[in-house]
């Protein structure tokens, strides 16, 4: 019974590997996307967040609750391990609203000059990716953008040019 179980978490293991790898080899366009993905609604949530950032050993944890409105943008009630609110409308963190709002809407096409896109779909679970043109300027900070899901978003990742990562799983209750 345990070398069963060892063996189909190896195999689980690899099959998460497999897709994650081969997502950045499945490029798109913008047009292709349009019937592909879900459409989102409005959405509330808990959220879970890690950050790894480079220089400092352990990851920051934090989580709450996440609110994502198709009109206003993007929302965290951070619980623990401060209590904090967040919006992503701000100037601060207005782009990231934005590549939200654009996907959640189909509006693909608004972010044709910034990022390549990729797409794969296994299952129920599809994966999008986001890697910037080097016109955008943005390829300079941002290496990758990964947005997962089945019928809504439940994970994003954030992968920044010096090794720094955020990681946010999204889950209804």
């Keep these: ?87 992503y409308t701000n100037k601060d963190c207005e782009q990231i609203n934005d590549i939200i709002l654009a996907i959640s809407n189909k509006k693909y096409a608004k972010l044709d000059n910034t990022f390549d896109f990729y797409y794969k779909k296994t299952g129920n679970t599809w994966a999008l990716g986001l890697k910037p043109k080097v016109k955008s300027g943005l390829d300079k900070y941002i290496d990758s953008i990964t947005i997962e899901g089945i019928d809504y978003i439940n994970k994003i990742v954030i992968s920044l040019k010096d090794g720094s990562k955020t990681t946010q799983w999204f889950s209804i209750e």
């Design 1 to 87: 019974m345990k070398n069963k179980l060892i063996y189909l978490f190896i195999c689980l293991f690899m099959t998460i590997l497999t897709c994650r790898a081969s997502l950045y080899e499945n490029k798109t366009t913008a047009k292709d996307l349009t019937g592909v993905l879900p459409e989102f609604n409005n959405i509330e949530c808990k959220f879970k967040q890690e950050k790894i950032l480079k220089n400092i050993d352990k990851p920051l944890v934090s989580g709450g609750n996440f609110r994502f409105d198709k009109k206003q943008g993007i929302f965290f009630e951070t619980t623990y391990p401060v209590r904090i609110t967040t919006s």
